[in-house]
């Protein structure tokens, strides 16, 4: 008899979740379209870049150029859903002040020439649509090496910006 009564149980409990499944899913087809196209939009991170003040791509960075480099961006609302990270290397200790948007948002001595140096993006100051990153690299200079160009900073390329992962 006890062996009815669970299996009776661990039916009703299934049939519950099931139930429960139903009920919280999508009821129309359109409504599962929807979902599902937010849910691809979210994977998607492809904003549109306009860069000056840059060279132009090495291999996996690009080389700011000048003293003061430019980033222009255009952000689709689920691009800016969250914080963002730019990867950085620089030509040893460089001073980096970063603007997003007119807000300061990174104001200190950066030194990439090992490893990469991630600089975050809050959400907060970032906007649907047009955003203008604006480095300003006071301590930009040509290399020892003889490469005539000033530089700086390198970020990331095909893409400099990453979204934050939350653990």
Avoid: C
Wanted: charged fraction near 20%; avoid cysteine.
């Amino acid at each position: 008899m006890k062996k009815y009564t669970n299996i009776l149980i661990a039916t009703a409990v299934l049939l519950s979740a099931v139930i429960i499944y139903i009920a919280m899913a999508p009821t129309s087809p359109d409504e599962q379209i929807a979902i599902a196209h937010a849910d691809e939009q979210a994977s998607k991170f492809t904003p549109k870049l306009s860069y000056e003040g840059w060279g132009e791509p090495e291999t996996t960075y690009r080389w700011s150029t000048e003293k003061k480099a430019v980033i222009e961006a255009t952000f689709e609302p689920y691009d800016i859903a969250q914080d963002l990270t730019l990867q950085m290397g620089s030509l040893g200790a460089q001073m980096l002040t970063l603007t997003v948007n007119g807000e300061v948002v990174h104001n200190a001595v950066i030194d990439g020439s090992k490893k990469a140096v991630p600089i975050i993006i809050p959400k907060t100051v970032l906007q649907e649509g047009h955003n203008v990153f604006t480095f300003d690299l006071p301590d930009a200079a040509s290399p020892a090496t003889g490469d005539p160009r000033t530089l700086a900073i390198t970020i990331s390329y095909p893409e400099p910006f990453g979204r934050v992962t939350i653990p």
